[in-house]
């Protein structure tokens, strides 16, 4: 008796693991979910703020235009470096500045060209 009751103690504890587990495994779900929500949501914000703003510019301003959008994007704290493209920004970027001093550069020879 005393055998069988030890048995049902010890199932009664993995029991109690197995539901820590799973409930652990929940709020990780709902995270991941709730997180892929609020990128869904900034992407399209993303996509309404570029589409809009390319729609604003004007045509002739091309050489400057792909310039202007990634440093809009940067100042309202989004990466703009191939590594972390879109995501939010808490401090500034190596990459992203890199990125943006290179095209500047670019732009300029191509207005001195002209």
Do not use: W
């Amino acid at each position: 008796m005393e055998e069988i009751i030890s048995l049902l103690a010890h199932f009664q504890e993995e029991l109690q693991v197995l539901t820590n587990d799973f409930q652990k495994m929940k709020n990780t779900i709902y995270n991941i979910y709730k997180e892929n929500e609020k990128l869904k949501e900034e992407n399209q914000n993303l996509k309404k703020l570029l589409f809009t703003k390319e729609e604003e510019e004007e045509p002739d301003q091309e050489g400057g235009m792909g310039y202007d959008n990634l440093t809009r994007l940067y100042r309202e704290g989004f990466h703009v470096c191939h590594l972390n493209f879109g995501e939010g920004r808490e401090s500034d970027c190596l990459f992203c500045m890199g990125l943006l001093d290179n095209n500047l550069d670019e732009v300029e020879e191509e207005s001195s060209d002209k």
